[in-house]
């Protein structure tokens, strides 16, 4: 109560212009008492006229009143003054390096609280009051403290700017509208303002709709990753109880395809984690950039939201969406180390290599962008030969069994489970996951196909290339191009050319074929789902045809 009451005395002995104990204190006819500096600066501002009036009550006085020192109530404030009822305000309540000061505070300076956009001035709490009781003052526009007001000010005319060019996109004041802007499309800052605002409300809705594809995104990988761990949990586990049956002949073989999984899954996994981490510090960085939005969207101060506005609205280059697509990951893992239980000798011989293949090749992640240029097509490049095991019989083989020409005659093969007896084809020996590219180069017509090793060798029309479910197949003649695929034939368009390039994304279920020259153009795409590895395929449909996969390195 005592506090209370020395509150109440304090009031009634401070000035109502600078809201600080009297200094010299008058009391004018009407009966208010100011500082007399005070009252003598407020009157000096309308010296012009002949009525001077009283701050607070208005009243007026003809001629200016003579201010006399009130000694006795100058006794009495340096009484109060001495009860300590002029303590200093707490060390926090002053303007520190960062803060924005009091401009009318003499000595150390308070913070400011508020500023105000007409008189150009920051006050702190007890200065800003005027600003509440005056008439005059009530109609200025108070923002939050701003070190920037003289920002505000046309450093031409010395006025306030509250008008906005749109043709040179600047803030101007009235007389720059009329000289130097003259014919130009002006505008209020507050109608500039306006628009802008709504703009920014458009750009924060896309950078929250960016936000949530980016948080489904990391959601999807996060799946993923779970679905890595657990196809490589199983494929472990398949291959552990495999490799018990054949114990002392390929117990190091076991431990060898072990740790290959494990090894592609850490980085497989380490892959999606990055891009993962990647999306989430982006998305985080929308999330900064949406809350400047939202603070600069409620600033007062519309010079200060025009001046900041072009740099908070440009956005960075997104990261690419991804597209999770299904996959088997790690089955192939199982089926081939299956297969070597069944045919141990070809294990001995040559299948551990096609597991250690398979477990490298899983990829997982979204797929990479189609290569643009032949440059970026040879990074796949993949050397292929023929597989004379599966060479019709009028075939005839190069050398190196990279080309081939269909002959009258037939020649004398030995007999294969895997040779086509019935049509003029040819597998490749290597088999194809991942992504890879080649080019043939063709002769007389030709088809060129990806097949699956398990298509139909027999009389039937399913044992052709393109005419049946498990093979792609590009006929290439003189005068045109036709892609055939399960007994459906699609005429292709595009340049001719000798040399037909294939690019296959197996993870991605994509397949190209393209004409090759001085440039490449794409004359198909496929886009499906593999669910085996894919052998490369030659069919020649007349006598005198031939066909060389080319060798690019």
Request: contains cysteine; glycine residues 4%; charged residues 25%.
């Amino acid at each position: 109560m005592a506090q209370q009451g020395n509150q109440l005395d304090r009031a009634n002995f401070c000035c109502s212009i600078c809201l600080d104990l009297l200094k010299d204190p008058v009391t004018i006819p009407c009966g208010h008492s100011y500082c007399m500096n005070c009252i003598k600066s407020f009157w000096d501002e309308d010296k012009e006229k002949e009525i001077h009036s009283c701050p607070q009550c208005r009243q007026t006085f003809t001629p200016r009143p003579v201010l006399v020192k009130n000694t006795m109530l100058a006794v009495l404030v340096e009484e109060l003054k001495k009860t300590g009822l002029q303590a200093a305000p707490a060390d926090h309540c002053y303007a520190g390096p960062e803060d924005v000061s009091c401009d009318v505070c003499t000595g150390r300076k308070l913070k400011a609280v508020k500023s105000c956009l007409v008189c150009l001035v920051s006050y702190c709490e007890k200065h800003l009051q005027a600003h509440y009781e005056v008439a005059q003052l009530k109609k200025h526009k108070l923002v939050d403290p701003s070190k920037r007001l003289q920002e505000n000010i046309c450093s031409r005319h010395d006025e306030v700017m509250k008008m906005f060019c749109r043709t040179d996109q600047q803030c101007i004041c009235y007389l720059c509208s009329v000289d130097e802007h003259k014919g130009h499309d002006t505008v209020s800052a507050a109608a500039e303002r306006t628009e802008k605002q709504r703009e920014l409300e458009v750009s924060r809705q896309n950078i929250q709709q960016r936000i949530q594809d980016r948080e489904k995104d990391v959601k999807e990988l996060q799946q993923q990753v779970e679905a890595i761990n657990r196809s490589a949990d199983k494929a472990v586990e398949d291959s552990e109880k495999i490799f018990i049956e054949l114990i002392s002949l390929i117990q190091k073989r076991s431990s060898d395809v072990k740790q290959q999984v494990r090894s592609q899954q850490e980085t497989e996994v380490s892959r999606v984690k990055e891009l993962q981490e990647k999306m989430e510090q982006e998305i985080t960085e929308l999330k900064r950039k949406d809350a400047e939005m939202k603070k600069l969207s409620h600033t007062e101060d519309h010079n200060q939201f025009l001046h900041n506005y072009p740099s908070l609205t440009a956005l960075s280059e997104s990261t690419s969406s991804i597209n999770i697509h299904p996959l088997k990951y790690f089955e192939d893992v199982t089926a081939d180390v299956s297969e070597l239980r069944d045919k141990l000798q070809d294990v001995l011989s040559g299948k551990l290599t096609n597991v250690s293949l398979t477990v490298t090749e899983v990829d997982v992640l979204l797929p990479q962008p189609e290569p643009k240029t032949r440059d970026e097509f040879l990074q796949y490049y993949h050397k292929l030969t023929l597989d004379p095991n599966t060479a019709n019989i009028q075939l005839l083989l190069s050398e190196q069994n990279r080309s081939a020409a269909s002959v009258k005659e037939a020649l004398l093969y030995c007999y294969h489970t895997d040779r086509f007896y019935y049509r003029a084809q040819v597998l490749s020996r290597q088999r194809l996951t991942g992504r890879c590219y080649w080019e043939v180069e063709w002769r007389g017509g030709a088809y060129v196909a990806v097949a699956y090793r398990n298509i139909t060798r027999g009389w039937s029309e399913e044992s052709r290339f393109g005419f049946n479910d498990k093979s792609w197949a590009l006929r290439c003649e003189k005068a045109r191009y036709t892609f055939l695929y399960n007994n459906i034939q699609t005429r292709v368009s595009g340049p001719q050319s000798s040399r037909v390039g294939v690019y296959l994304d197996h993870s991605a279920g994509i397949l190209s074929f393209y004409s090759v020259s001085e440039t490449m153009t794409l004359l198909h795409r496929v886009q499906t789902t593999f669910t085996q590895p894919l052998y490369a395929g030659l069919w020649f449909p007349y006598i005198g045809s031939t066909a060389e996969i080319c060798k690019l390195k």
